[in-house]
């Protein structure tokens, strides 16, 4: 008993040590939104890459590390989870981290930099969806495969930055996604011993992925054989 004690609050040591930098994220993120240098920062962006700049790689990029964690179970690429577990947690972290983004656009009511749509700019809905299955692919694959791992912040990053020079996010926006992202799946993580229910334990080459795409969800089954 008290080993497992022990145990417990050394895990949430290691969990509060680990949301530091996610935390920082977020509050640094949220004290630079609005600012004078912010509105700078975007003014010399586009002034770089051209005002007429757009380029749609952030709305495809997001779905990367999805794919990168599918193919990696695909060639039995070791894996810290087996495949529904890690389906189920992808599911419940992009759940999660939508409804923390699109709560915080609705109560933040901030305009984007291109000047158009409903005031939603803050926080970025491709960004956080990048991080949280960055965090996903990194949880599954950090002990086994870092270079895979930490590809997907990488693309992550990536997503992000296109959504600055693409005018359609400013630099606070991206930053507090990325930091809500990487703590959503942390926790997710951290109570994933909780969730231990399984019915395809013995299934292999399957995958389910979840779809979020304009307030619509769903989810593609993959099977491979």
């Given at each position: 008993m008290l080993n497992r004690i022990l145990f417990q609050l050394k895990?949430?040591?290691?969990?509060?040590?680990?949301?530091?930098i996610p935390a920082s994220l977020?509050?640094?993120?949220?004290?630079?939104?609005?600012s004078?240098?912010?509105?700078?920062?975007?003014?010399?962006v586009r002034n770089v890459v051209?005002?007429?700049?757009?380029?749609?790689?952030d709305d495809y990029a997001r779905y990367v590390p999805i794919v990168e964690m599918c193919a990696a179970d695909a060639l039995g690429v070791k894996s810290k989870n087996h495949?529904?577990?890690?389906?189920?947690?992808l599911t419940i972290a992009i759940l999660v981290s939508?409804?923390?983004?699109?709560?915080?656009?609705?109560?933040?009511?901030?305009?984007?930099?291109?000047?158009?749509?409903?005031?939603?700019?803050?926080?970025s809905g491709h960004t956080s969806f990048a991080f949280t299955t960055a965090g996903i692919l990194f949880q599954e694959f950090k002990d086994s495969s870092p270079y895979l791992a930490y590809s997907g912040?990488?693309?992550?990053?990536?997503?992000?930055?296109?959504?600055?020079?693409?005018?359609?996010?400013?630099?606070?926006?991206?930053?507090?996604?990325?930091?809500?992202?990487?703590?959503?799946?942390?926790?997710v993580y951290l109570f994933d011993p909780i969730i231990?229910?399984?019915?395809?334990?013995?299934?292999?080459?399957?995958?389910?992925?979840?779809?979020?795409?304009n307030k619509q969800y769903g989810f593609y089954i993959s099977k491979t054989f």
């Open positions: 895990k949430n040591k290691t969990f509060l040590q680990k949301s530091i977020i509050i640094g993120g949220t004290l630079l939104s609005g004078g240098f912010e509105k700078k920062f975007q003014r010399d051209g005002n007429d700049f757009a380029f749609a790689f495949w529904f577990d890690q389906s189920k947690n939508d409804f923390i983004t699109y709560r915080l656009k609705r109560w933040t009511n901030k305009r984007r930099p291109s000047g158009g749509d409903g005031l939603q700019s803050f926080p912040y990488a693309i992550a990053t990536t997503t992000g930055a296109f959504r600055v020079m693409n005018n359609a996010h400013w630099i606070s926006d991206v930053i507090v996604s990325a930091g809500i992202g990487i703590l959503v799946t942390q926790l231990k229910w399984n019915p395809f334990k013995k299934v292999k080459g399957m995958s389910f992925i979840p779809q979020i795409e």
